[in-house]
């Protein structure tokens, strides 16, 4: 068992360590020697700079994956009274090296721990999409470790689509006389409001929860070659969350329709839009050993039964969940509304607690493995 001045440590340890996404493999490295310290028996960087490393053998196989990027921007690194700060304290180095220490303190005969750090969650997900291309990556479950709040498990979250969208009027005019031509900035303007429209046409059909109903957002718009001419083209990017009732091929059958009834009503105006990212969103079956293993975890170390939440943001769980279809859920110390922010930090006492609710967790999922193996055999 590790102590808590080891464990305090190894978290400042990696906060010391300055990953915004794609620069991890100092971290990685580091991850690295630290897991053959412990006793892992493997432990290797694959080819995008994951760092995936094996403990123990046997069934049920269980993957632990986190992320050690960050958002950019510094955050000085101190331990002052019961908080840790700095970039990544909350999102996400707390809840990885909580799971890290997990694993380690496990018996090495409950089963096959596979620990998994991961590059670029909060880039363009490289590390998950390419770890679940991983042949030799057959775990039943996979836990997430993501700040949820140590009370909390997340067990879904919202798909994803990206949207490039482009409105071209094929000429320009001079500024002073701006009725010779189109403005591609107003008729994007258009497109977006009709847009909105049907999205909120949909939306009143349904629930008023969030986690339920698609949203969306205009993230980026540019325009215009000068200041003195009117703009031919205009780009916007659109953010779209989709809720677990939805696919994305949903959401595209509706924007496609749209689409096409607005480019039938601007003349002049060529709209085309292309997919950036898309990703479907995934929801955990709460019946599955792995839940009930992280909810009676939560039990015998908090003496409360832990929140079972539906989040509005898409994360990596999407991702394998999909490809693989295992149970999966995310979880972690950590307040969610500090990552990113110039004073992230975490809450020293739920970091440590975390790693007891990791360790049970994983004790009492072999036992629950094991009892639903024996009903099926």
């Not at 101190?78 to 090296?97: I, N």
């Not at 497109?191 to 949203?215: P, Q």
């Amino acid at each position: 068992m590790v102590s808590p001045n080891f464990a305090i440590e190894l978290l400042k340890s990696t906060l010391d360590i300055y990953t915004p996404s794609r620069s991890e493999s100092q971290l990685a490295n580091y991850l690295k020697d630290i897991c053959m310290d412990l006793g892992f028996e493997q432990a290797n960087i694959d080819s995008v700079g994951n760092m995936v490393a094996i403990r123990g053998n046997g069934d049920p196989i269980i993957l632990l994956c986190g992320h050690m990027d960050t958002v950019p921007g510094i955050v000085p690194v101190r331990h002052e009274g019961d908080y840790m700060y700095g970039r990544g304290a909350s999102d996400a180095k707390a809840p990885l090296v909580s799971m890290l220490l997990a694993a380690a303190d496990i018996p090495k005969q409950a089963g096959t721990i596979v620990f998994a750090a991961v590059v670029d969650e909060e880039g363009n997900a490289t590390g998950i999409k390419n770890l679940v291309k991983d042949a030799t990556l057959k775990p039943h479950y996979a836990i997430f470790g993501e700040p949820s709040g140590i009370e909390n498990i997340t067990i879904s979250y919202k798909g994803r689509l990206e949207i490039r969208l482009l409105c071209d009027v094929d000429n320009s005019a001079h500024a002073s006389a701006p009725w010779l031509a189109l403005n591609a900035i107003d008729e994007a303007y258009k497109v977006w409001n009709a847009l909105k429209k049907v999205f909120e046409e949909n939306d009143m059909e349904n629930s008023t929860n969030k986690a339920d109903l698609v949203s969306y957002s205009l993230t980026e718009i540019s325009g215009g070659s000068s200041h003195n001419v009117t703009p031919q083209k205009c780009r916007m990017t659109i953010d779209i969350r989709i809720p677990n009732r939805k696919t994305c091929d949903n959401v595209l059958e509706v924007i496609d329709t749209r689409i096409s009834e607005i480019q039938g009503k601007l003349n002049g105006v060529r709209i085309k839009y292309r997919v950036e990212d898309k990703t479907e969103p995934f929801e955990a079956n709460i019946s599955s050993p792995l839940v009930r293993a992280l909810v009676l975890s939560v039990l015998d170390h908090r003496k409360k039964r832990p929140l079972l939440l539906k989040k509005t943001g898409t994360g990596d769980m999407n991702i394998l969940g999909n490809v693989l279809n295992i149970p999966v859920v995310t979880y972690g110390p950590g307040d969610p509304h500090s990552s990113h922010t110039i004073d992230e930090r975490v809450f020293i006492p739920d970091y440590l607690a975390g790693i007891e609710v990791y360790k049970n967790a994983l004790l009492h999922m072999v036992r629950l493995h094991k009892n639903l193996q024996s009903k099926v055999t």
